[in-house]
């Protein structure tokens, strides 16, 4: 293959694998004499880039999920990082400067070349907690700027539903995710009621409803709550705080349903 078409293929500011090279043509032993030629740059075992191209974290994604069905990557930006990408995350305090991704598989871990990189910055790894990575409505694409690629992200209403999974109960009602709720006026209640009825994590189900309804916006009075399952009983979500008999969840008192 000529050094052009290599270009053409590797797209701008993206890592890529040995297998992805293989899958377009290039052998390992190609890769390595193009590193020694100075085309391609060696960033670790069975990773790559062009030479010269500067690389952010979601070039290290773009790897991870090249070769995999768009509807079941690997592993993909969730949380309050789908958040920022798409706009709705305005305040983000000091420290907070960490990617949230997420993996399909239990025992997943991220390829060293990624997990060490400087170029990556701090990643953060966790599990579905509960929302299955299958249910409809849970990715959209995303083109970060300046780079030649797409990366598949959690949809909003999958990313606040995973923030608030990871989340521990004493930061349910922080500013940060109260703050974050005011400005979702415009999820989709299909989509969040598809998300909701699959999700397995009662207090996750229970806490959304209770921020969501909190923040007033009209897609929240679309939600078919009645049809699902909050499990039984009585959850404390927040010390020394009080009952919310619609969700029954003891929550600060701002939040409950009589306030």
Not at 40 to 47: I, N
Not at 113 to 136: C, E, F, T, V, Y
């Amino acid at each position: 293959m000529k050094i052009n078409q290599l270009w053409q293929k590797i797209p701008h500011g993206a890592v890529v694998t040995t297998a992805w090279l293989e899958a377009h043509g290039i052998s390992a032993n190609h890769a390595a004499k193009l590193t020694e030629a100075g085309w391609l740059r060696r960033l670790g075992r069975g990773a790559y880039c062009r030479a010269g191209d500067p690389l952010t974290w979601e070039s290290g994604i773009f790897a991870l999920q090249a070769l995999s069905d768009p509807a079941a990557p690997p592993f993909w930006p969730g949380g309050q990082t789908a958040l920022s990408l798409q706009g709705f995350v305005h305040y983000l305090p000091i420290g907070h400067d960490t990617t949230h991704l997420y993996g399909a598989e239990p025992r997943s871990q991220l390829p060293l070349w990624l997990s060490q990189a400087n170029w990556a910055g701090a990643i953060a790894l966790h599990r579905d907690k509960g929302l299955p990575m299958g249910l409809p409505g849970s990715f959209t694409d995303y083109n970060p700027p300046r780079v030649g690629f797409s990366l598949r992200v959690s949809t909003p209403e999958r990313a606040i539903l995973e923030w608030i999974a990871i989340t521990p109960n004493e930061l349910l009602f922080s500013s940060e995710l109260v703050d974050t709720f005011t400005g979702l006026n415009t999820l989709r209640p299909r989509r969040l009621q598809a998300l909701l009825a699959g999700c397995r994590s009662v207090k996750t189900k229970r806490a959304f409803l209770v921020l969501a309804r909190h923040a007033g916006h009209a897609w929240y009075h679309r939600l078919e709550t009645h049809s699902l399952d909050l499990g039984k009983g009585k959850r404390q979500l927040c010390k020394g705080g009080r009952l919310d008999k619609e969700y029954q969840v003891t929550v600060p008192e701002a939040f409950t349903d009589e306030h």
